[in-house]
């Protein structure tokens, strides 16, 4: 399965959209699944690159395979520090573009970097841009 950026950014959106710190399978009953699989893909893609966490361990969600379906703990899940930076950069409507038709297939530490990248440009023209104009 290959990983679908705009349907990890819906993901995300739960995560910061939510009135608390932390997320349960719960919160995403009106999510649109359209798969389970896919979407268990997804979370797993951001568990393994520790985007998000178990909020009582910081370990594994709690998502075990039984057959075709799933067994869930309700354990609360939270984004961690690079969880919310990734977030923010799946957010930026040029850059998930340029992913969907540039970079499809790149690697997803490559996606990762090049978010960050992209964060640290924008954040460092409007510092300066405020820097000049309090100067």
Known sequence: MRIDYTYLNEILKVFLDSK???V????FKNFRIEN???FVFHLEILEDNNLIVESLKGSQLGIRGISDNYMV???PWRLTSDGHDFAS???NK???LQLKTELKNAPFK???DGGQKLLTHY???QFDKLLSENA
């Open 123 to 125: 954040a460092k023209k």
């Open 89 to 91: 950069s799946l957010d």
């Open 110 to 112: 490559v996606v990762f």
């Open 36 to 38: 389970e699989h896919k």
């Open 94 to 96: 040029e850059f998930l």
């Open 24 to 27: 349960t399978w719960n919160d």
């Open 73 to 75: 703990n309700l354990i």
């Open 20 to 22: 608390l710190p932390t």
